[in-house]
């Protein structure tokens, strides 16, 4: 009798001759890239450095595009954007100590959005290794030490033949639900080791499922089907999974209400009767959801910005479907469904029966006229007409990447990003810069759609040099930088509370000018002339630069 794991796949006679005669000049770093590659890799991000020559000087014998930014953090959001809209785990290479640590914050907001970004920095020589202080260039104690507490999984290789194991290990991490980025670290003398060893083919690194447990799927579906005024937050995690679709036909099923989180955005239609939008930041739609008397919530941790500012209390039941195991009930108690989204968001559909529900729609019509009336009732006239302005611009289906600027916030509530997985910011951590060179990344995963990234001038700074970037490999990106002289948010913030600012004014250059210095086409726009000027530069192919200048002010808080 023959069982499954006793069946072992002989090679053919090609494969044979090609693994006794392997191809001469071949090093550790030849092993890097033909793992990435027989892993379905197709493009990498990165930023050169003594110690990862080796890796770098592998991709020219390899088939795998390059996309070299100017600054390692910015290859990290790079990366972050291309798995994102990808759904792979984007490789990131890196250098030894400085290059590597540059690379935290984007790491950090990977980890935060569940972003599967593969990274793989060099090491000093494995002379060097161990805590001694050998005096290496770039020598750290611990350096896996300073990814540890941000990454999924850390993956330390010591000789030649531990490279192709441990990048697909950590391949296989990065894509197991919850997406998120990983470390794998190579010494440069490994990097650089001649090898006898056959080229690497195809791997076998495929993401384990995390199918939900019956048993807790069979009570959410009796809770949901017994409820009165069910409702559903979408974060994420419904995105990240693809799971849409599901989400929408278990609501239609349900008559049940359904709120996107900021990072849940696209997941349920705008428009639709039975949509609360993203008007998280709120305090009618925190009423409607604490007086929900079963609250479905599936991708979501139910965070700061998911619960305005952690000022909702649900008074119901709450059922809560999350992959990361650390979100489960870490704000709120709930039936916790360990479980990918969309595979949860099945079983429910299989179990749950239609209950109708006449007044649904009427009561998300009365919030939403809530909300309205709200900011109706403050002066914000101009925010709300360059919002409209921009999504007047933007074509469906094109994808943007906002920096964390007062624009980005009002669009995380007010914004229509029409489809999902098409609007992405940096609110998972919240870092500045993220915008431009995340859509850079964006481009360079899918060359058929334009990308819009949006910055504040605070924030522009981060990014300058990623002009370089979008310029040399003609990528196509518009990038909207809305100058108010300063840090918007953090202004308002310190003047509200304090009085007045402190360190917020910055001195800027003309950004029209500067883009234009590096090649790249620029324009000064108006509130009035934003929408046209904005979607001539996103038809136009290539990068370009819409300036404008307007002091922009945030809708009242309602947490405090």
Request: proline share 7%.
């Amino acid at each position: 009798m023959t069982h499954d794991h006793d069946l072992v796949l002989r090679p053919t006679a090609a494969q044979t001759e090609a693994a006794l005669n392997p191809p001469a000049g071949r090093n550790g770093g030849d092993l890097v890239v033909e793992t990435l590659a027989g892993l379905g890799a197709t493009t990498v991000f990165g930023l050169p450095g003594q110690h990862a020559l080796g890796m770098f000087d592998a991709l020219r014998r390899s088939r795998l595009r390059y996309v070299g930014l100017r600054v390692e953090n910015n290859a990290g959001f790079a990366a972050d954007a291309y798995g994102r809209i990808t759904g792979e785990a984007a490789p990131l290479l890196l250098s030894t100590g400085p290059g590597a640590l540059m690379s935290l914050a984007a790491l950090q907001e990977a980890a935060a959005a569940s972003a599967p970004v593969l990274a793989i920095g060099s090491q000093v020589p494995a002379a060097g290794l161990g805590g001694g202080r050998h005096g290496y260039l770039h020598e750290l104690r611990d350096q896996a030490a300073s990814f540890r507490d941000i990454v999924k999984s850390v993956h330390p290789v010591r000789t030649p033949s531990q490279i192709p194991s441990a990048i697909a290990a950590a391949w296989k991490s990065a894509l197991t639900a919850p997406h998120g980025p990983v470390w794998v670290e190579i010494p440069q003398d490994v990097l650089l080791a001649g090898t006898t060893l056959p080229v690497v083919t195809a791997v076998d690194a495929t993401p384990e499922d995390l199918p939900p447990r019956p048993e807790l799927t069979a009570l959410a579906a009796h809770l949901l089907a017994g409820a009165e005024r069910p409702a559903i937050v979408a974060g994420g995690g419904v995105v990240r999974s693809d799971a849409a679709g599901k989400l929408r036909a278990l609501a239609e099923r349900l008559d049940a209400p359904v709120v996107t989180t900021f990072g849940g955005k696209g997941a349920f239609p705008w428009e639709h009767p039975l949509s609360l939008q993203s008007w998280l930041e709120d305090r009618h739609t925190t009423d409607f959801l604490e007086d929900a008397d079963v609250l479905l919530v599936v991708g979501s941790g139910l965070g700061e910005l998911s619960s305005n500012y952690h000022t909702f209390a649900p008074r119901g039941r709450v059922v809560q479907i999350e992959a990361d195991l650390g979100k489960l009930e870490s704000n709120h108690p709930a039936l916790g469904i360990h479980a990918d989204a969309r595979l949860a968001l099945s079983a429910l559909l299989e179990t749950v029966p239609r209950r109708r529900d006449d007044t649904a729609a009427g009561r998300v019509r009365a919030l939403l006229d809530r909300v309205r009336a709200r900011i109706d009732g403050q002066d914000l006239a101009l925010e709300r007409r360059v919002l409209a302005a921009v999504r007047e611009a933007l074509p469906d289906g094109a994808p943007s990447f906002w920096d964390m600027t007062i624009l980005a916030y009002w669009a995380w509530s007010a914004f229509d990003a029409r489809r999902p997985n098409t609007m992405h910011s940096a609110q998972g951590a919240g870092g500045l810069g993220y915008g431009f060179p995340a859509a850079l990344g964006a481009a360079a995963a899918d060359p058929t759609r334009p990308v819009l990234a949006v910055s504040g001038d605070g924030g522009a700074m981060y990014s300058i040099a990623e002009l370089a970037t979008a310029r040399q490999y003609g990528l196509d990106v518009t990038w909207l930088i809305v100058d108010d002289g300063g840090y918007g948010i953090l202004r308002e913030y310190m003047t509200e509370a304090f009085g007045e600012p402190t360190g917020t004014e910055l001195a800027r250059p003309d950004f029209v000018a500067l883009a234009e210095s590096f090649g790249v086409p620029a324009v000064r726009t108006t509130p009035d002339a934003l929408a046209g000027d904005l979607a001539a530069a996103l038809a136009a192919p290539g990068p370009s630069v819409v300036v404008l200048p307007a002091v922009l002010r945030m809708f009242a808080p309602t947490h405090l």
